[in-house]
């Protein structure tokens, strides 16, 4: 399979009403884009449907992965404003107990290797319902976290943690350390992938950190995106991947230095990044060029390296539905646990409606009552499953798979099983 670019070596150039509203680089300005995965048309991943909602009009934009080949940045197009999903959001962090529990963790390890204390001060950027810094008022060090969604940003205030409701930019933050101080250490996790204004959101946060401060970073990787199939993570609201490569380049555009870089399990794999300021004389880690020899051997710092990628995905696909139909064929029942944002694009990718899924089941109850974009599927509060008793649930949240493993062992008393579709089909049983 070869890689086409936007201008490709035939003269052939893709129609501009595929592209959306750049055809070129967001970080480096290259208009040399390379498709790396196309996923057809999807409605954005969080708007879930009431059901009023179900006979009218339902927009869908292009889902298409592109690397650029000069600075190696994977992206999707900016075809969705971050306000048009973030002022009031459907995710709660806090609902998953494996993520409270490792944000405390991090907060813990992070106070100890910087030795922050009572006279510190930590900025969350995305900060959600409070899930991190909740651990940090805890410990009696100050903080403010900066989460543009009104709903969720309530939720953190109820529970004791200083929120101020903004996107952040240079503009914003600015404001923020003018009135409060620079931080000693700024947070963005699961958040650096979100801003399709990347230059802006990193100058941002080099504005919020003292001079001898630091960033830490959490975003999925896109070595593992890759290596294991996770294609049901590649969505509107993640509107670049990163490999250490592209992150250390987007991070010096904004004024700040890699120095390491951690490898974590989150959400399938992801990378925790350390930056400080230019100038703050601290010395680069081996693990950084640990990680960047690990990409480079896995062909990600060529375009030519994403070449077997679709590939892949076309048989996960394959694989799921084959299942789903001979359950069907035999008269099994399936149904969902989560309602995800990577559940959605991997339901619409593979073309999956409540014929095949019944209904799926989520722990927020903001999504008891509605319907999965695109695909109409119901969403039911968890105590459904037990009153059912399918013969599968499929586990849309996989990468929480010993969390949920445990949740639900009680399937096993009736003999149903668990499926989880990445990065290979799989059937479990479980409490038995």
């Known amino acids: 399979m070869s890689i086409t670019s936007l201008s490709s070596s035939t003269g052939v150039t893709e129609p501009l009403s595929r592209l959306g509203s750049s055809t070129s680089c967001r970080l480096c ?48 197009p900016p075809l969705i404003k971050p ?59 100050r903080c403010l976290g900066i989460e543009p969604s009104v709903n969720v940003g309530d939720a953190a205030r109820e529970k004791g943690v200083p929120t101020v409701t903004e996107f952040l930019g240079p503009d914003t933050a600015s404001r923020i350390r003018a009135q409060h101080g620079a931080a000693d ?104 060029a640990e990680v960047l020899a690990a990409e480079s051997a896995a062909g990600l710092h060529e375009v030519d390296g994403y070449a077997r990628f679709t590939q892949d995905v076309q048989r996960s696909r394959w694989e799921l539905l084959g299942f789903l139909v001979d359950a069907a064929k035999q008269g099994k029942t399936v149904v969902g646990y989560g309602a995800p944002g990577k559940g959605n694009t991997l339901l619409n990718y593979c073309g999956v409606r409540p014929d095949l899924l019944g209904y799926t089941v989520d722990r927020n109850p903001y999504k008891h009552g509605r319907y999965t974009p695109g695909t109409r599927i119901p969403i039911l509060p968890v105590e459904r499953i037990a009153v059912d008793k399918p013969d599968y649930v499929l586990v849309l949240p996989w990468n929480l798979r010993e969390e949920l493993t445990a949740q639900l062992s009680y399937v096993g008393e009736w003999g149903g099983r668990l499926v989880f579709p990445v990065p290979t089909l799989e059937i479990v049983e479980v409490g038995r």
């Open 83 to 141: 306000e048009e999903t973030f002022t009031e959001y459907a995710y709660f962090s806090s609902f998953s107990t494996s993520w409270v529990e490792h944000a405390r963790r991090f907060v813990e390890s992070a106070t100890a290797r910087l030795g922050l204390d009572a006279g510190s001060f930590v900025v969350e950027v995305a900060s959600n319902d409070g899930y991190l810094l909740q651990h940090v008022v805890a410990a009696g060090i």
């Open 185 to 288: 250490l700024v947070v963005a996790n699961n958040v650096y992938a979100h801003i399709p204004d990347v230059l802006g959101f990193t100058h941002g946060l080099r504005e919020l950190v003292a001079d001898d401060g630091w960033v830490s970073i959490e975003v999925q990787h896109l070595l593992t995106l890759i290596q294991q199939t996770q294609y049901d993570t590649i969505y509107h609201e993640h509107f670049q991947y990163y490999t250490v490569a592209s992150a250390q380049r987007a991070l010096a555009a904004g004024g700040l230095e890699l120095v390491d870089v951690e490898l974590v399990p989150t959400h399938g794999g992801s990378i925790r990044l350390w930056a400080r300021p230019f100038g703050s004389g601290s010395a680069v880690t081996p693990a950084v």
């Open 29 to 76: 300005g290259a208009r040399e884009l390379h498709s790396v995965l196309d996923l057809g048309a999807s409605p954005p991943c969080e708007l879930f449907l009431t059901e009023a909602q179900l006979d009218e009009p339902e927009p869908t934009f292009p889902l298409h992965l592109r690397v650029c080949g000069q600075c190696l940045l994977a992206q999707l």
